[in-house]
């Protein structure tokens, strides 16, 4: 899956539409509150990781980093 579909799957998840997301993002981080400003990064995959963050916790979701099975 790739991160625009990623990312829009989880908010439909999380039960909110692209502009209750935005809008939560423009009052909590200073983010543009143009959907289209956010469906281009994620089309583009040009989010950044801060970016993502901030994401994650208006949708009250946490970025949790795993370690893999060994590799050798």
Do not use: H, P
């Not at 909110?16 to 981080?29: K, P």
């Not at 281009?40 to 099975?69: H, N, P, T």
């Amino acid at each position: 899956m790739n991160v625009r579909n990623e990312i829009k799957a989880q908010i439909v998840r999380a039960g909110f539409t692209m502009q209750e997301v935005v809008d939560r993002l423009a009052d909590e981080y200073d983010w543009s509150d143009s959907v289209s400003n956010l469906s281009a990064k994620l089309q583009r995959e040009s989010i950044r990781y801060k970016e993502a963050m901030e994401l994650a916790d208006v949708l009250d979701c946490d970025i949790v980093w795993v370690k893999r099975g060994d590799r050798r």
